[in-house]
């Protein structure tokens, strides 16, 4: 047998021999199906399958073992500690007993997770069990270890039980070609970024991205807040910071979760804090419903963060978040977020949906409030204010109870230099700032004087905010020509507030052709938009329109194209109308296109849009989905 097979055979000894108790056993039970390997020999796919194979085996064995008589009737002499052995100090081996009193369905969930490095799926698959009761079962044996012990001693019991799993010591380390040390090294890292709140550099950049998101109109949403947490959330993600320590201690993409539909047109994304626990979901049909929700028209999912595991405090158990571990429509998030983000949960039982939504109903009645109404008088509506004009507010501002009984209410102010306050109105009536440190998660993205960044070799490197120029490549040489033209001319300068962050995107409506001569002559409309990056979407922030009469003349460097050598424009106000009836006049019923607005016409200008945007993400190679307009629902590209 290849020393690849052996030491696989050995690693998933483990998990058992902690159920047997026994070293000999363990040893015993590694000979026997070692040579139940030789005598079948078995054949594999892969390294993956004969890991998959032999845990399986190795459990069934121990299984067996553990229900013979000569077993349950051993004296339990053989219990004892060895002299000789002293993997752990006295407060390691309390935590370990801790561990073995979880029940041994959780045991083999946990170490199949955290040392084998399965996913929920392949956990499942392997023991023969409901993706769900898989997750349930992970989920409630990390809340029991983590009730009995500070959040310090409960990394330290998680190290341990990975030692304890993995192998039980230096021969077993030694077996494994040293993959003990390495597994309790890379499993260590893991538990103290997550114990102690640290971002994965993937949530450092997306707190980044949505801190540092512009703002068109208001500043970024707070949907929750108390004496602990400060939470806040825009298209692109969802921001907890914690008020105490300063810092931010967790992020959710609510792209991915797709609950980012904060100033959609018929479908809203609902987030508020009850409690302990924040909830998410998306409410749809908004003109239809007037607020009136049958039971087909319910959120079909709802998302559940609990935050009580992360206060450190015994008495904030939520009752809900114990019962919902069994409930087997309750899942935890997609892999991405199982690890990281373990209190966040996602529902599609109807009878819960319904109670949260019923909660939401009398949370946005009695909590959510117009701040421009609530803060007039104050810095939020004072145009005199010397910082006005850099700074917005959230739309609506939050009542909230404070712990000693106080009635508060707050809203969020944000800087064009991405810094954040919270600014609160006291129940005596006096107003407070408290500035929010969330700068240590930015890129200083928002200076505009830095267009690479410089890597570790000194080389450089474009910033990965910078979005690539529009160019048109296409067959339609007509469209290409206006297009070119639009961007050689100019039009782009127009619209570019943020040059090292932005592109201009044409998308001009061609209402005809005539020809002249050896000339073409384009009746269009030259739209064109700005668009910035936010994740997988181009936020639009500004645009226009130019109608226009062209005369497009062949080009005689270049066959089959064309090139721009007349201009005709309209003039603003007064002079649109007239413009347009001048270019027009010798060519009748040209002027009533350029005055269309039903909704064909409409149709026709978001499709030209729509195929350029997926022109230049695709000859780009973006990882773009939508294109949206500010308060208007996200048009796919794909």
Not at 90 to 98: D, T, V
Request: proline share 3%.
């Amino acid at each position: 047998m290849s020393n690849t097979l052996r030491t696989i055979l050995y690693d998933g000894l483990p998990s058992e021999s902690s159920f047997i108790k026994n070293t000999q056993d363990a040893e015993d039970a590694a000979q026997t199906i070692f040579l139940k390997v030789m005598e079948k020999q078995p054949v594999f796919s892969d390294e993956h399958h004969t890991r998959a194979w032999l845990l399986t085996v190795t459990r069934n064995y121990c299984r067996d073992v553990q229900r013979s008589f000569w077993h349950r009737k051993r004296t339990d002499m053989e219990h004892l500690p060895e002299p000789s052995v002293e993997p752990f100090d006295r407060q390691e081996s309390l935590l370990f007993e801790i561990f073995q009193t979880l029940p041994k369905k959780q045991r083999e969930v946990v170490y199949l997770y955290y040392f084998e490095d399965y996913s929920i799926k392949e956990i499942a698959n392997l023991l023969e069990r409901n993706e769900s009761t898989v997750q349930s079962q992970l989920f409630a044996a990390r809340k029991r270890m983590k009730k009995q012990f500070s959040i310090s001693k409960a990394a330290t019991l998680i190290l341990c039980l990975t030692v304890t799993l993995g192998f039980g010591g230096i021969v077993a380390d030694a077996a494994s070609g040293g993959r003990t040390t390495a597994v309790i090294k890379e499993m260590g890292a893991r538990v103290q970024a997550s114990i102690h709140r640290l971002l994965s550099e993937e949530d450092r950049e997306l707190a980044n991205e949505t801190v540092t998101l512009p703002i068109q109109v208001y500043a970024s949403d707070l949907v929750g807040i108390n004496d602990d947490y400060v939470i806040l959330a825009n298209e692109r993600g969802l921001v907890i910071y914690d008020r105490k320590q300063e810092e931010v201690i967790s992020v959710l993409d609510l792209q991915q979760m797709e609950c980012n539909y904060l100033n959609a047109d018929s479908i809203a994304t609902r987030i508020f804090l009850d409690g302990n626990q924040l909830y998410l979901f998306n409410e749809t049909d908004l003109e239809q419903r007037r607020g009136k929700v049958s039971s087909d028209s319910l959120p079909k999912f709802a998302y559940i963060y609990n935050l009580s595991p992360r206060s450190g405090s015994s008495d904030s158990t939520d009752t809900n978040a114990e019962s919902r571990e069994q409930n087997l429509n309750t899942e935890l998030i997609f892999d991405k977020y199982i690890d990281n983000n373990e209190y966040l949960m996602r529902t599609t039982d109807a009878k819960e949906i319904q109670l949260i939504y019923n909660r939401w109903l009398d949370y946005a009645k009695n909590n959510i409030h117009d701040t421009f109404d609530s803060f007039y008088g104050t810095v939020v509506t004072d145009t005199e204010a010397e910082k006005y004009d850099c700074m917005s507010y959230s739309r609506n501002s939050l009542s909230w109870i404070d712990k000693s009984g106080k009635n508060m209410l707050s809203c969020l102010l944000v800087y064009d230099n991405s810094d954040y306050e919270l600014y609160t109105k006291n129940s005596d009536g006096t107003l407070d700032l408290q500035k929010l440190n969330l700068n240590f998660i930015t890129n200083n993205s928002n200076d505009t004087t830095k267009t690479n960044d410089t890597s570790p070799d000194g080389s450089q490197n474009a910033r990965s905010d910078i979005l690539p120029t529009f160019s048109y490549t296409g067959e339609d040489n007509v469209l290409k020509a206006v297009c070119d033209y639009m961007m050689a001319s100019g039009e782009a300068d127009d619209y570019y507030h943020r040059p090292d962050a932005s592109v201009y995107i044409p998308a001009p409506v061609i209402y005809g052709i005539k020809h002249k001569d050896n000339d073409l002559i384009v009746f269009c409309n030259l739209h064109g938009y700005y668009y910035y990056k936010n994740g997988n979407t181009l936020e639009c922030e500004s645009g226009g329109e130019a109608p226009a009469r062209l005369r497009l003349h062949p080009d005689a460097d270049a066959p089959g194209d064309y090139e721009v050598t007349e201009d005709l424009r309209t003039g603003d106000g007064s002079e649109y109308e007239k413009g347009i009836q001048e270019f027009c006049k010798d060519y009748p019923g040209m002027e009533k296109k350029y005055f269309s607005y039903d909704q064909s016409a409409t149709s026709e200008r978001e499709s030209i849009r729509t195929t350029l945007i997926r022109m230049y993400v695709q000859n780009n190679d973006l990882d773009i989905k939508y294109y949206k307009d500010y308060g208007w629902d996200p048009v796919p590209i794909q």
